[in-house]
C-alpha cells in the first residue's frame, strides 16, 4: 500500500505524462486520488501539471474542504466533478480530467466515440458518451456528468476535453490514454474515408473477452448483457430509443443529436478540409 507521500509523487508523474502528452496546455487538467472515504488528494488549481512536486498536492475532504495545502496551493476549482465520480462510485481510486486534442475535437464537434473500429477500444472503453456543457468550475460539470457514472469509466465533456476514473490512477490515466487513440484512430480512418467497423458479433465477442478477463470498472457490456439487448456500439443507430438509451447509453449529449454515418462524416470533413485549401 502506497504512502502519502508516494502516492503525491504517484500523481506529479501523471501529470508530466498527461503534459508531456499533449493532453493539457498550461495550466489545464486536474488529478486526484482516494486516500479514504473522508480523504483526497488532488492537484491544486491555476499551475501546469508538468512541474508539480510533492510540496504543491492538497488534501480535501469529500465534500472539497481543504484538510491541508501549503501556502500558495488551493485545490483544483474542479474538485467538485472528481467527488461527484467518488460519491457515484465507491469502487473508484482516481480520477483523471485533461484536454487531449482529439477527444476534446470529438467533444467541441459533438461526436460521441461510438464507433467500433479496433479491438482494445472497444474492450477498454465501449463506447463514450458526451456529458452535456458545464460552465468549468460550478456545479453543471457534475450534475452533467451524474447520469453516465454508473455505466462508463470516461466521458468527453461537451466542448471542454475528457474525463476518466479508474481503480487507482495509473488505470485512470490509462483509460485517457485509450480515450486519445480511440479518437485519434476515428479521427485519421475518417480523413481516410470512413472506418470500417465491426459487426455486431465481433463487438460481442470482444464483450465476451472483456467479461472473461474480468476486467474492473463499469463497460456498456455489462450494462448490455444484464439488460439482454444490443450492446452500445448499436446505440443512436437507428435503434436509439432501445434499452440502452433509457439506461445512460444515448451514446450523444443531446437528446436530440444525431449520430452521424462514416459516410457523411467523411464528406463533411473533405468538404471543410477543401473550403480550407488542405485538399
Ligand atoms: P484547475 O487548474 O483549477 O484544476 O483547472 C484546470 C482545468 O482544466 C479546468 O477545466
Given at each position: 500500500m502506497a504512502t502519502e507521500y508516494e502516492l503525491k509523487k504517484q500523481i506529479c508523474d501523471i501529470g508530466k505524462r498527461i503534459y508531456n502528452r499533449n493532453m493539457v496546455a498550461a495550466n489545464d487538467g486536474n488529478i486526484s486520488v482516494k486516500l479514504n472515504d473522508h480523504e483526497f488528494l488532488c492537484t491544486p488549481t491555476g499551475?501546469?501539471?508538468?512541474?508539480?512536486?510533492?510540496?504543491?498536492i492538497c488534501k480535501v475532504d469529500e465534500k472539497g474542504n481543504v484538510i491541508q495545502a501549503n501556502k500558495g496551493f488551493k485545490p483544483s476549482s474542479e474538485i467538485k466533478m472528481h467527488m461527484r465520480v467518488y460519491e457515484k462510485r465507491p469502487d473508484v481510486g482516481a480520477v483523471v480530467h485533461a484536454h487531449p486534442t482529439f477527444a476534446t475535437a470529438f467533444a467541441i464537434a459533438g461526436i460521441p466515440l461510438t464507433q467500433p473500429i479496433m479491438p482494445e477500444a472497444v474492450i477498454a472503453l465501449g463506447c463514450v458518451p458526451i456529458a452535456e456543457y458545464g460552465t468549468p468550475s460550478t456545479m453543471e460539470i457534475p450534475d452533467n456528468v451524474e447520469k453516465y457514472l454508473p455505466y462508463y469509466d470516461a466521458v468527453l465533456l461537451e466542448s471542454h476535453g475528457a474525463l476518466t476514473w479508474s481503480v487507482d490512477l495509473l488505470a485512470a490515466y490509462h483509460k485517457m490514454e485509450s480515450v486519445e487513440f480511440y479518437a485519434e484512430l476515428l479521427y485519421k480512418s475518417k480523413m481516410l474515408g470512413g472506418p470500417k467497423e465491426f459487426d455486431k458479433e465481433t463487438v460481442e465477442r470482444l464483450y465476451e473477452i472483456r467479461r472473461q478477463f474480468n476486467l474492473p470498472g463499469k463497460h456498456p457490456a455489462n450494462l448490455c448483457l444484464n439488460k439482454h439487448t444490443l450492446n452500445c456500439h448499436n446505440c443512436g443507430k437507428g435503434s436509439a430509443a432501445g434499452a440502452c438509451a433509457t439506461n445512460g447509453?444515448?451514446?450523444?449529449?443531446?437528446?436530440?443529436a444525431k449520430t452521424y454515418s462514416p459516410e457523411v462524416v467523411a464528406e463533411i470533413t473533405k468538404q471543410v478540409l477543401s473550403q480550407l485549401g488542405m485538399q
Open positions: 499551475v501546469s501539471k508538468g512541474f508539480m512536486t510533492p510540496e504543491f447509453c444515448s451514446g450523444s449529449v443531446n437528446s436530440d
